[in-house]
């Protein structure tokens, strides 16, 4: 697989019906490559069509696509609980294989982090991550995550319980 470059158009922007068939190539490349998602299996394209309508109508959420020459290469979001909870907001982000090292992937969770807390009015995100996922700890930690537990085998990997790393960056 070739490596994303510089000379190529690069968007970071809400996420379009006419992104269908490039996000289900996205999502079933990290199945294939058993990237540390929570999709483990194929997606089909109606479930991809229900995923990416329930997205872009979410009055909850706010999610940004990376968009190369075209096509859908990450997605990061973030989803507002509600009631008692409702300063607190749920990070989540996936970056194709090509597109990462390029520091795509943080400008991108830069961006979402930017409209989730303006739109919100969070006060705290947080997010969850596979222990072994040492490089996007880094990442989050890099951009101002703290560490605030950890569930053994709190996550289901192909068949494996995995440790699950919960982090959180607080804002005020």
């Not at 269908?20 to 990237?35: F, R, T």
């Not at 607190?88 to 090292?101: F, P, T």
């Not at 880094?138 to 569930?151: E, H, P, S, V």
């Amino acid at each position: 697989m070739k490596k994303v470059v510089q000379k190529q158009k690069i968007e970071i922007r809400p996420p379009k019906m006419s992104d269908l068939d490039s996000l289900l190539a996205m999502i079933n490349s990290l199945v294939e490559e058993k990237a540390m998602i929570i999709v483990q299996d194929k997606v089909t394209l109606e479930q991809e069509k229900n995923y990416l309508k329930g997205i872009i109508k979410s009055k909850n959420a706010i999610f940004l696509f990376l968009i190369i020459d075209g096509k859908v290469m990450g997605s990061a979001g973030i989803t507002k609980y509600e009631n008692i909870k409702s300063h607190i907001g749920e990070m989540g982000i996936i970056i194709k294989k090509e597109a990462r090292g390029l520091g795509l992937g943080e400008k991108l969770f830069k961006k979402v982090m930017e409209e989730g807390i303006k739109k919100f009015k969070l006060r705290i995100v947080i997010l969850d991550v596979f222990k072994g996922n040492k490089i996007a700890q880094n990442l989050y930690k890099k951009l101002g995550f703290q560490k605030a537990g950890l569930i053994k085998g709190g996550e289901k990997y192909y068949n494996q319980y995995v440790d699950n790393v919960m982090m959180a960056k607080y804002l005020k």
